[in-house]
């Protein structure tokens, strides 16, 4: 059809002007950019009623040449609020590290990774086991068995916890001397905090950055399982409200500060899961207390379970044990089931996590206060699990401005 007809006035019918022909191809090309943009965050939060996805910080350096480290770094969030996590507490009334004064190799390098990464610490002296007289030891503890180390670092957290409750902060972030984290910290906050505003449901204007409703953000571990796989909630129904409450996920996906699925450590089964995903969660069971912040409320609820109360073992498997019987109680009203229900205490998790110990090149066995490994070995390269761009590996790098070094390239 048509095809009789003389070509050029064929052409001439059927072209539309030229301002059309340019309104119709931007047309296009907004609607293939929304199409094609990626989600910024996919909520799935079980019954909890969708939000609309939070704007996404970048993680790369690869649109503007702007630095996503650093003093300058303020953030690119929607609300605008979320970018507070961009200030020189990271969004916390402060930051505490947790170290034998002795150990200035670890003060140097956590004086130097956290300034240029652009913030601020305040250094609380560890403990020794052995300092302790049997008197503090907490009821139920048995030091024998506890060994004087794990002792001496419970009492170095308890210290640095009980720092919140005298100066009276709205929250503080606690770490261990050997950290280290992605020169992205920034940006990875953003996301999360999101994240955890999103999990417990908290105002539109919060106080903290990450929302108003939390006792404990554990960001450093050496591994966890969500909490709806844990035994005890394995067998418990969908509907069950406290399996709608801890199976809440905040998802966030492409992100590049994750490692290569084969790379990634820790006890989630990464490999059925698309590459470069990383979860906010509600916390199971952390192994480690590489780093966690805790909220006032979060922080009282610490120093009363886990030392004026009593002590059951080692500090990071008491930490959890609050977390875990908060969670696999959660709306269980009878008494005799639920004891005390963990104090109610509202955990979240991220994973894999974004703080992880770092094993310092030199001496192997330098790498912990609590117990002694491999004496005698040198290691030739520093290196950090589940971190891409190690701040520990790119000190030189942030200090001369040049390129970022990846741990897994
Ligand atoms: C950083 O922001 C938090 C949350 O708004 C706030 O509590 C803290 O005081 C701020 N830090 C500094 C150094 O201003």
Aim: glycine fraction near 8%; include cysteine; proline fraction near 6%.
């Amino acid at each position: 059809m048509g095809a009789v007809e003389p070509k050029p006035k064929m052409v001439a019918l059927r072209q539309p002007p030229r301002h059309v022909v340019i309104g119709i191809a931007a047309f296009t090309l907004v609607l293939c950019f929304v199409f094609f943009t990626p989600r910024s965050a996919k909520l799935d939060l079980g019954s909890v009623s969708s939000h609309n996805p939070p704007r996404r910080p970048p993680t790369t350096t690869s649109k503007k040449s702007e630095r996503l480290y650093g003093k300058d770094y303020k953030g690119h969030s929607s609300p605008a609020d979320v970018n507070r996590v961009a200030n020189e507490t990271l969004g916390f009334g402060n930051i505490f590290v947790v170290g034998l004064p002795e150990r200035s190799d670890k003060r140097d390098a956590i004086a130097l990774t956290s300034s240029l990464t652009g913030f601020n610490v305040e250094w609380i002296d560890g403990v020794k086991g052995d300092t302790i007289p049997d008197k503090a030891v907490p009821f139920g503890a048995d030091r024998k068995k506890l060994w004087e180390t794990n002792l001496g670092s419970w009492r170095g957290h308890m210290n640095a916890v009980r720092r919140i409750i005298e100066d009276d902060l709205d929250s503080a972030l606690i770490m261990e001397d050997d950290m280290d984290w992605d020169v992205r910290l920034k940006p990875q906050l953003e996301r999360i905090a999101q994240g955890a505003r999103a999990l417990l449901s908290s105002a539109s204007k919060p106080n903290s950055p990450y929302g108003d409703n939390w006792d404990l953000m554990w960001l450093g571990h050496c591994g966890e399982v969500f909490p709806e796989t844990l035994d005890e909630n394995k067998g418990k129904s969908p509907d069950d409200p406290g399996i709608q409450y801890m199976s809440r996920k905040f998802v966030i996906e492409k992100d590049l500060t994750v490692p290569p699925k084969d790379k990634v450590t820790g006890l989630v089964n990464f490999k059925d899961n698309p590459e470069f995903t990383r979860w906010v969660h509600i916390t199971g069971a952390p192994i480690c207390t590489f780093a966690y912040a805790l909220s006032q409320r979060g922080a009282r609820k610490v120093l009363y379970d886990l030392s004026v109360d009593h002590l059951t073992g080692p500090f990071d498997n008491a930490l959890a044990g609050l977390c875990r019987r908060a969670v696999s109680t959660w709306g269980v009203k009878d008494i005799a089931a639920a004891g005390d229900r963990g104090l109610d205490a509202k955990c979240v998790s991220v994973t894999p996590p974004i703080f992880f110990h770092h094993k310092a090149k030199g001496l192997v066995n330098g790498d912990s206060d609590i117990q002694t490994v491999n004496d005698g070995q040198i290691r030739e390269k520093g290196k950090t699990e589940n971190i891409v761009w190690s701040a520990r590996n790119n000190i030189k790098n942030m200090i001369m401005g040049t390129r970022m070094e990846s741990q897994y390239e």
